[in-house]
């Protein structure tokens, strides 16, 4: 069987090597993702030979948790990719390319889920409520534990199929009443506060999504397909996100949105570079400030070129960001709207 005629069987056996090797992080990114093959490049050399890139796409939670590790993550697979159809001197894989998945996988227009927000939210309320009676004097765990675990199966699929993360660790009450007894909540107060803190940031996030507030203001659709579905992403997940790794996905789909801009308009035989150094193809920066200076030379376009590279230097310094707040992420989702905004004018895109 040729590997390229059939992705997701190369990337499975990739991932039984991985898991041989030990490699715990590469075989859940492997696990967890959805595969696209692409060809990059064609020479007509020796009978011809192609070259392919493969994409795989990832949630923008898992791909914040191991945006550190890209590289070596992504050279690990590259290596075992090449192994895999070194029998075929024709095709070649120049590369792999781990990116956060912006399909609309997040709550919003359209999104439906099996158990509805409002349902989600009255089983989270409810075991909250259950934890902290079972802890202040109210009924014995022997005779709600059933009640417990079957709530707690409810909201695990609830969460799932957001990919949201259950906060709440103890797998059932013995484990909650270990955590209680053992000294570090010593009063009814102690107990409700922590358990008020462990689930404020999930119901705030859940009752955003039933509430369908949006994160930053909508925008006219450039008719760029990728780059218009970044941008919503990017709204939606703003909407619901209440944790540092939430916010520091919300930057890394403005980088991808600005990598599907700076594809859509760049030009190399039109738009030299500033420094003279050949813009990769996920070089974002490199290619729009190269289109920015380029179509919108001239002195008389110094104000225009100005604003439109500050809006593009604020996003790219907030997409990298490590400690995201909610400050962050809605400063570059906005600085992100902004430069696709300025380009789509800039490109002709927005005239009537």
Not at 285 to 299: H, P, Q, V
Request: hydrophobic fraction near 35%; glycine fraction near 6%.
């Amino acid at each position: 069987m040729d590997p390229l005629q059939k992705p997701e069987a190369m990337i499975a056996t990739i991932a039984r090597i991985c898991e041989r090797e030990k490699r715990t992080v590469v075989v859940e990114v492997l696990r967890n993702c959805a595969v696209e093959l692409e060809q990059t490049n064609y020479d007509n050399w020796n009978g011809g030979t192609y070259t392919y890139g493969i994409n795989l796409h990832v949630s923008p939670e898992r791909y914040a948790k191991i945006s550190s590790e890209l590289d070596s993550i992504e050279n690990v697979i590259l290596t075992h990719a090449r192994a895999l159809i070194r029998h075929s001197p024709n095709d070649q894989i120049g590369q792999v390319i781990i990116v956060p998945d912006i399909s609309a996988t997040a709550s919003g227009p359209g999104r439906t889920y099996l158990i509805p927000a409002a349902d989600l939210l009255r089983e989270i309320e409810a075991q909250r409520a259950l934890m902290i009676a079972v802890s202040t004097g109210g009924p014995r765990i022997q005779t709600v534990e059933a009640e417990y675990q079957a709530r707690r199966a409810k909201i695990r699929e609830g969460l799932d199929e957001r990919d949201i993360e259950d906060p709440n660790p103890f797998d059932d009450l013995w484990a909650w009443y270990g955590k209680w007894s053992g000294g570090d909540l010593p009063t009814y107060q102690s107990r409700r506060q922590f358990m008020s803190e462990l689930h404020a940031p999930l119901l705030s996030q859940i009752r955003a999504e039933e509430a369908g507030r949006g994160g930053v203001r909508e925008v006219e659709p450039t008719g760029w397909v990728k780059v218009d579905r970044g941008l919503h992403e990017a709204r939606q997940r703003l909407t619901g996100a209440t944790t540092e790794e939430q916010f520091q996905a919300v930057g890394l789909i403005c980088r991808e949105t600005l990598i599907s801009l700076g594809q859509t308009v760049f030009d190399p035989e039109h738009h030299p570079t500033l420094d003279g150094v050949a813009a990769s193809n996920t070089d974002a920066k490199r290619m729009l400030d190269a289109y920015i200076a380029e179509t919108l030379s001239g002195g008389a376009n110094e104000a225009s070129r100005r604003h439109a590279r500050a809006a593009l230097d604020l996003a790219n310094q907030l997409q990298h960001k490590r400690t995201a707040t909610f400050r962050d992420a809605a400063l570059c989702a906005e600085a992100t709207t902004s430069v696709v905004n300025l380009i789509a004018i800039i490109s002709g895109q927005r005239d009537p």
